[in-house]
């Protein structure tokens, strides 16, 4: 059975920095692609980054360019993100999914929600002072 696991969330002064982790168990990490995505209260779920089965390719939003940095070690079944110069408006509840990868990959164009199958449970983020 698929399963992801998100940890490393908490709350975090402006300015700050947190390194979530999606562990993966139960498929073939390799030919998933895996994106991170976020809900702030009373807002739509958004895309924050993916990367592809491979590693190869990889893509973030906008508002997150050049603060986070995705990454994978497929022999421990991993996906961090790692998250810097935090923001108020980065507070959310942060999720990975799992989504079969294929050429190109569908982390191509960035995170897009309609991609991706199989869900974690999500982990809470909060920045504030």
């Known amino acids: 059975q698929l399963q992801l696991v998100e940890s490393g969330g908490g709350t975090v002064q402006p300015g700050g920095s947190l390194t979530l982790s999606c562990a993966a168990s139960g498929f073939i990490v390799d030919y998933y692609a895996i994106g991170w995505f976020r809900q702030a209260p009373g807002k739509e779920r958004e895309g924050v980054s993916c990367?592809?089965?491979?590693?190869?390719?990889?893509a973030y939003d906008d508002s997150v360019k050049g603060r986070f940095t995705i990454s994978r070690d497929n022999k421990k079944n991993t996906v961090i993100l790692k998250m810097g110069s935090l923001k108020p408006e980065d507070t959310a509840v942060y999720y990975c999914?799992?989504?079969?990868?294929?050429?190109?990959?569908?982390?191509?164009?960035?995170?897009?929600?309609?991609?991706?199958?199989?869900w974690g449970q999500g982990t809470q983020v909060t920045v504030s002072s």
């Open positions: 999914a799992a989504g079969w990868d294929r050429y190109p990959s569908i982390c191509t164009g960035g995170p897009q929600r309609g991609r991706y199958e199989d």
């Open positions: 990367i592809s089965g491979s590693g190869s390719v990889t």
